[in-house]
């Protein structure tokens, strides 16, 4: 059934705790919208089969996955925030080292993997894809905004480095919703006023991701939607 009363605002995230962490919260905070999740399952902006050329019909692609199952218009829809991990994409390719676990491992100053080579590829490719999305703002005719959590939204929110089970994960996110979705202007002050808030507007806090190691530390710009 149509939404006839409120606009969408639909958000698409990479894992199902992206959503349990965000959901409650924006739904107490954006109380005039309806709030809307689509989940990749996946990080799009690695994937193999997306590139610079196509990543936008593929992004209008999960939008219409998402509007034919909630079965609302085009019209409907407000704006879609696209959530993203920068996972270190934009560092040096020399901060890449060859190790012998099997995992990727993200560490402040470098990133370790078994084949190295496949981590500059996938940089590469993932880096010109962000910079065509970030840039991009409309898709269809809708508002468009990427917003960044680097390494990933655990990192951002509870600093933890180490890679999480999915237990973990959903412990962190259920901990966090129940907390914050009955605060929300305490979430907005974290948001906005934490050692990882990137200060600047929508281009310059891309501009900042892009530097250096900047993709490996603890910064996000997910704050911006809010001051709009």
């Not at 996972?87 to 990727?104: A, H, L, M, N, Y």
């Not at 974290?190 to 990137?198: C, K, N, P, Q, R």
């Amino acid at each position: 059934m149509a939404l006839k009363s409120k606009k969408v605002i639909l958000f698409i995230a990479e894992g199902p705790t992206d959503e349990d962490t965000l959901s409650p919260i924006l739904k107490n905070i954006l109380k005039d919208q309806e709030i809307r999740f689509h989940i990749v399952h996946g990080d799009m902006t690695s994937n193999w089969s997306v590139s610079v050329d196509n990543v936008v019909k593929t992004v209008c692609e999960h939008i219409e996955i998402e509007r034919k199952r909630y079965g609302f218009q085009k019209n409907d829809i407000l704006k879609v925030i696209h959530l993203v991990d920068t996972d270190g994409v934009f560092i040096p390719d020399d901060r890449i080292i060859k190790s012998k676990g099997r995992d990727i491992r993200y560490y402040d100053d470098r990133v370790e993997a078994s084949v190295p080579r496949r981590v500059l590829e996938r940089n590469e490719r993932k880096s010109q894809i962000l910079c065509r999305l970030r840039q991009t703002g409309k898709v269809d005719t809708i508002p468009y905004r990427i917003y960044y959590f680097s390494r990933n939204l655990e990192h951002v929110f509870h600093n933890k480095t180490e890679n999480l089970t999915t237990e973990e994960k959903v412990t962190f996110a259920d901990e966090f919703a129940d907390y914050y979705s009955s605060n929300p202007d305490s979430f907005l002050s974290f948001l906005s006023h934490s050692d990882f808030t990137v200060t600047g507007d929508y281009k310059e806090t891309w501009e900042f991701i892009e530097q250096g190691l900047h993709s490996l530390e603890r910064h996000s710009n997910f704050h911006l939607l809010f001051e709009q």
